[in-house]
């Protein structure tokens, strides 16, 4: 099992300015995902992130606008650069191995106004 | 990525009565899992169907998937007001990372 610590819980931020959202795991992972969830939606994944390696994108998702980092077999940040009100979703990262299950993050609740 | 379906998308019974949630999907997978969120927070893993099992079950959930409809459902029997959250089925592809959500079910559960 993995539990993960993700911080902010929320945020209230301006339109146009950036957000880190960090994710660190009690344990060392391979693999980590980042998953967007927009208001009253389902989750979608923005990104596979590997330590050692550039992050992989899903469709419609870049990295000029969520960048990606993973420093480390522990850790992770999400960006969302030059936010707009469509950016406000929860934000949550996540771990797995393939053929398990997955732990998440509780959460990053964004709201651009 | 695509999104399966899940029905229905809003579910409202008693106490006690069962609560059945179906969920489709439209790639071949590895696994199916199921998963709780309340009040969109972080998720809970419930269960886990591997693509060569039909049924599993775990305490008062019952899983079923038939990979020829791909199709999965998810039963709670004896349902508490506790187990009212939103209830997602996510799929693992073959050869791919991630995980594919359902669009997901709000069960709630009248006392």
Not at chain 2, 1 to 10: H, K, N, T, V
């Amino acid at each position: 099992s993995a539990v993960i610590s993700q911080k902010p819980s929320r945020d209230i931020c301006q339109r146009g300015t950036s957000l880190t959202i960090q994710c660190q795991v009690d344990s060392q992972v391979t693999m980590m995902f980042w998953y967007r969830q927009q208001p009253g939606q389902s989750l979608t994944l923005i990104a596979t992130a590997n330590q050692g390696s550039e992050a992989t994108y899903e469709s419609g998702f870049v990295i000029d606008k969520f960048p990606i980092s993973r420093p480390n077999l522990t850790f992770s940040t999400l960006t969302v650069s030059n936010m707009s009100p469509e950016d406000s979703s929860i934000y949550l990262c996540s771990t797995a191995q393939r053929n398990t299950e997955a732990f998440f993050g509780q959460g990053t609740r964004l709201t651009v106004v | 990525s695509q999104q399966g379906e899940e029905d229905p998308q809003a579910l409202s019974i008693q106490e006690g009565e069962n609560a059945t949630m179906n969920c489709s999907y439209k790639t071949s997978i590895n696994n199916l899992q199921w998963y709780r969120q309340n009040s969109g927070r972080g998720l809970v893993h419930l269960i886990l169907i591997r693509s060569n099992e039909r049924e599993k079950h775990s305490g008062r959930l019952r899983v079923t998937l038939d990979t020829s409809k791909k199709s999965s459902s998810l039963l709670i029997t004896a349902s508490r007001a506790a187990d009212t959250a939103s209830y997602f089925c996510a799929t693992e592809r073959g050869g791919a990372d991630g995980l594919t959500f359902g669009k997901g079910t709000h069960l709630i559960i009248q006392p």
